[in-house]
Antibody, heavy 118, light 110 residues
Framework: EVQLLESGGGLVQPGGSLRLSCAASGFTFSSYAMSWVRQAPGKGLEWVSTISGSGGSTYNADSVKGRFTISRDNSKNTLYLQMNSLTAEDTAVYYC???????????WGQGALVTVSS | QSALTQTASVSGSPGQSITISCTGTSSDVGGYNSVSWYQQHPGKAPKVLIYEVSNRPSGVSYRFSGSKSGNTASLTISGLQAEDEADYYCSSYTSSSNVVFGGGTKLTVL
């Protein structure tokens, strides 16, 4: 059974940094691309970043380019999202997602809430 | 990358069928068969209903079906049930190597 468990969410001040983690199990982690998707309170889904199975290729939404970095440790079956220069507009539930190929999501985690506020 | 266009809300009575549309461009929906649909109940994570335009993952009810014509994809729910009341989102791969979502459609079962 595929399981994705996010951690690292919380309250952070504007301008601050936070790192999210996603522990994966139930599949061969290194064989699949992974993504982060976020959802602001009361809003729709927004794709954030995708990383290939090897970690050699990454793709980022314009809204987070230069501020967020997606990475993975295949030896630990863990996906990361390093978030810097956070603003109130980054407040959202962040979902870890397993990709089908590199184009579609087939499994979602339960999400981690990130609140950016002073 | 602009969000895909979905009707904000749709409603139907139990037993009826409804269709939710998702309109994009030739750079996303029209250019790839990488269209997916997700169901999200309040406070829950999204669940995959459809992938590759019309494929259903194992465990998803046959009442959910997907299709595409040109730049518009559609999700049809037949035999509406109370438990189908939720938000529905489409997504597509894009020519920019991104994934773009629709704005979401709130389904109300009357």
């Amino acid at each position: 059974e595929v399981q994705l468990l996010e951690s690292g969410g919380g309250l952070v001040q504007p301008g601050g940094s936070l790192r999210l983690s996603c522990a994966a199990s139930g599949f061969t982690f290194s064989s699949y691309a992974m993504s982060w998707v976020r959802q602001a309170p009361g809003k729709g889904l927004e794709w954030v970043s995708t990383i290939s199975g090897s970690g050699g290729s990454t793709y980022n939404a314009d809204s987070v380019k230069g501020r967020f970095t997606i990475s993975r440790d295949n030896s630990k079956n863990t996906l990361y999202l390093q978030m810097n220069s956070l603003t109130a507009e980054d407040t959202a539930v962040y979902y870890c997602a397993k990709m089908y190929g590199i184009t579609q999501i087939d499994y979602w985690g339960q999400g981690a809430l990130v609140t950016v506020s002073s | 990358q602009s969000a895909l266009t979905q009707t904000a809300s749709v409603s139907g009575s139990p037993g009826q069928s409804i269709t939710i549309s998702c309109t994009g461009t030739s750079s996303d929906v029209g250019g790839y068969n990488s269209v997916s649909w997700y169901q999200q109940h309040p406070g829950k994570a999204p669940k995959v209903l459809i992938y590759e335009v019309s494929n259903r993952p194992s465990g998803v009810s046959y009442r959910f079906s997907g299709s595409k014509s040109g730049n518009t994809a559609s999700l049809t729910i037949s035999g509406l049930q109370a438990e189908d009341e939720a938000d529905y989102y489409c997504s597509s791969y894009t020519s920019s190597s991104n994934v773009v979502f629709g704005g979401g459609t709130k389904l109300t079962v009357l």
